[in-house]
């Protein structure tokens, strides 16, 4: 007798819906199966950055304006964003899923991702651990919050599979019934295609999914004009493959041995500030996401005080700390983490003399698998990402130290840039 090995997924992608008229419905029971929205600010003007799935019945999306939501439904509910709120019931729901599973990354306020490893993979256990979740989160975090699960090969698919079945889904798409369980979407429910990509494909004759998966990987590549095109073709198949020349970089970072003139608190701030800066650059050039930043700190102290001792003969005392991050790749917020983890460094008289600092940015995440997040104040991809890309454009034409942050004034000489012998900077 053959057995049939259980098809096995390796990612779990947990999306809350509604997220924000849920956690206002939890708040407010008088709110409850209503339709209501969520808005910035109380005017008509603004636009609903959250509605109830009540509120979603009579057409009410998110983006739709005020004025037009109270005329599909004059008996709308409005309310303002109360954002600290949000921001605690995240924690909270990342402590819940966190006591069923790890989580790998947090993608945005209201979504994560997890690998599985081991017994969570075949389809069955995987499929008890999603409504595991889910009944983990009503029961610690609250009553009315619903999540859509997806679990897949890849963390790509398990994304996608995520937004197949909304409300309160739970959707699996295990190796064997792929490709062909994707034809029912269209090009646009794919993560990384919006409006400009949906009218490049559509000016090459590519409308339907059929059309997508018709394509070989070099034609993939052709279509989309860049590598992700290719690595695209590879997760619709399901892979989770590790292809070098497909594979995008685990982390980006840059470090330095301050000058003499530098080993001040202030000074090795400003060069953690360069360093951060040049990171930032490269991460964006990369179209690459970060959710994780890390600063290392290494202290010149007496010997007998020391951890070891640096290549250049320096007794030293190492520090590190790491902060984790909702998604971003823009200087702004990266600066704000690296300041929370500066705050964090240690302080007395034995680390008063600092002579290497280092910043990491890790757990990186490519545009295909980034989600922009519906929470204006702690995701300000918008108006930040514009200013970044407008100081890109600058430092490239006229020179990377055209335009920068004033936290980094008294490096701006240090930290140069050097080619390493394994890499040739693409950006530097």
């Known amino acids: 007798m053959t057995l049939i090995a259980e098809p096995r997924l390796r990612w779990l992608f947990l999306d809350l819906n509604s997220y924000f008229a849920s956690v206002e419905q939890e708040m407010c029971p008088e709110l409850r199966g209503i339709p209501m929205a969520v808005v910035p600010v109380v005017a008509d003007t603004t636009v609903c950055i959250a509605a109830s799935y009540e509120a979603k019945a009579f057409g009410i999306r998110t983006g739709t304006q005020v004025g037009e939501a109270k005329r599909l439904c004059p008996g709308l509910k409005i309310v303002e964003a109360r954002h600290e709120i949000y921001v605690d019931y995240h924690h909270r729901v990342v402590e819940a899923v966190e006591s069923c599973v790890p989580v790998t990354a947090v993608a945005s306020i209201d979504e994560m991702a997890c690998r599985l490893i081991g017994r969570e993979q075949p389809l069955l256990a995987a499929l008890d651990l999603g409504r595991r979740i889910k009944a983990t989160i009503r029961e610690k975090v609250g009553s009315t919050l619903r999540c859509s699960i997806g679990l897949a090969p890849n963390r790509y698919l398990a994304k996608v599979a995520s937004d197949m079945e909304k409300p309160d889904g739970l959707t699996a798409l295990p190796q064997d019934l792929l490709p062909h369980a994707l034809l029912g979407l269209t090009p646009r429910d794919l993560p990384g295609v919006g409006a400009r990509m949906e009218k490049r494909l559509n000016a090459q004759g590519i409308h339907t999914m059929a059309d997508v998966l018709a394509l070989n990987r070099e034609q993939m590549g052709e279509k989309w004009g860049?590598?992700?095109?290719?690595?695209?073709?590879?997760?619709?198949?399901?892979?989770d493959f590790n292809d070098e020349e497909l594979e995008h970089p685990k982390s980006i970072g840059h470090s330095h041995v301050l000058g003499p003139e530098l080993r001040t608190i202030e000074g090795a701030y400003a060069v953690a500030n360069k360093l951060l800066h040049k990171a930032a650059m490269r991460l964006r050039t990369a179209r690459m996401w970060t959710a994780?930043?890390?600063?290392?700190?290494?202290?010149?102290?007496?010997?007998?005080?020391?951890?070891?001792?640096?290549?250049s003969g320096i007794p030293k005392q190492d520090w590190n700390e790491s902060a984790r991050l909702v998604e971003c790749q823009d200087t702004q917020t990266l600066i704000e983490g690296l300041q929370k983890l500066w705050n964090a460094r240690p302080k007395g008289a034995r680390y008063e003399k600092p002579f290497f600092v280092g910043v990491t940015l890790t757990e990186l995440v490519p545009d295909e698998l980034h989600t922009l997040s519906l929470f204006p104040e702690m995701n300000r991809d918008g108006s930040r990402g514009r200013v970044a890309m407008t100081m890109d454009a600058l430092n490239q034409k006229y020179g990377t130290e055209t335009l920068y942050f004033g936290s980094m004034q008294l490096a701006r000489a240090a930290a140069p840039t050097r080619i390493a012998f394994t890499a040739i900077p693409d950006l530097f």
Do not use: C, D, M, P
């Open 292 to 311: 994780y930043i890390t600063l290392t700190i290494r202290f010149a102290v007496e010997k007998h005080n020391s951890s070891g001792q640096h290549s």
């Open 226 to 239: 860049s590598v992700g095109g290719e690595r695209l073709w590879h997760w619709l198949r399901g892979e």
